[in-house]
């Protein structure tokens, strides 16, 4: 008789034979991002406990993030205390052209990475005092797909469309829209050359994300930047009195 | 195109599950995987079985379960699949709904002998 088990089974080698044991069903319900979510919850209390507005702004690359950074600070830098991550795969060109516009701005390169993670942002906070800001923008790798699925710790994801990419691509990526807070569509001094209007922009955005707020802007006119602004100066005043909504 | 790098992670977590579990292999791996959620799951197949490798997953099974994206009209309240009817209630033509489905990425379970 088999010794483990008891069953009358005999083999050659004595009384022991193999025991083929059936697979073992088991219930994980892990989320598969959550060491980056917890990071990423991390950085919020710090935002939370320093009162530091930090909006994560994503698009394509070539969209204009970095010409409406440049702008924006240039517009804002004398009312409030503003700090740059950049993301990029390559390069500091990015972060050389926010050095020149006179705050603190720190270059990440990512190498292969398509997208910035709680991590990366964890590390590059050591860089600023962010009690002394007020205002902390993280420019995303240039992307529509993949930055869309990271939590940063951000208090708003901002997704910026461009005029030339096509007043289509909500429909065709929907995800980063659907996980946004606002969109901005910029570079609209281009929509008469390309025979577009810029509701077609936004009945587009609405459909994948019905409430989101939008705007139209372009860095290069100044046209639409006022609205900008003031979305910014109104996030950054309720930062400090703790009213902004969580974003999730 | 983060695939690799999620599987890693899809790895090391049920590594440490296994660890912690004194279970010495797993021969399946359940996931879903929604439909907006940036991730193709055909390349989560193609890096299984590089990330798997000297693991106590090598040669488990990958059972992927797309997540359809799913809403719900706001308007009359019926549940449909966001992409197939761009966006819009079949129903009653509503445009207004609350997502339902469609950004998971979970590790579901295991098999494990």
Known sequence: MCETCGCGVNNPNGFLHEHE?????VELEEKVLRHNDRLAERNRGIFEAT?????NLVSSPGAGKTTLLETTI???KGEMAIGVIEGDQQTDRDAKRIEAT??????????????????MIKHALDHFSLPELDLLFIENVGNLICPGAFDLGEDFRV???????GEDKPL??????IGSHLVLVSKVDLLRILELEVNQFFTNVKKVHPHVPC?????KTGEGMEGWYAWLRDKVKAKKKNLNQPPR | MHELGLMQNIVDTVQDYARKSNVHKVVKVMLE??????????????CFEVCTKQTALEGAVLEIEKIAAVGKCKTCGEGFDLLTHSFSCPKCGGADWEMISGRELIIKGLEVV
Do not use: M, W
């Open chain 1, 215 to 219: 705007l139209s802007l372009s860095a």
């Open chain 1, 74 to 76: 240039r517009a804002l």
């Open chain 1, 172 to 177: 065709k990526y929907p995800g980063v829209f």
């Open chain 1, 21 to 25: 044991s059936e697979p073992k069903r």
């Open chain 1, 102 to 119: 006179g705050v603190n701005v720190l270059q990440i390169n990512t190498i292969d990475a398509c997208h910035l993670d709680a991590h």
């Open chain 1, 51 to 55: 009162q530091v507005l930090v909006v």
């Open chain 1, 159 to 165: 997704v910026v469309l461009s005029a030339p990419e």
């Open chain 2, 33 to 46: 995987v929604g439909q907006v959620s940036g991730v193709v799951p055909e390349s989560l197949e193609f």
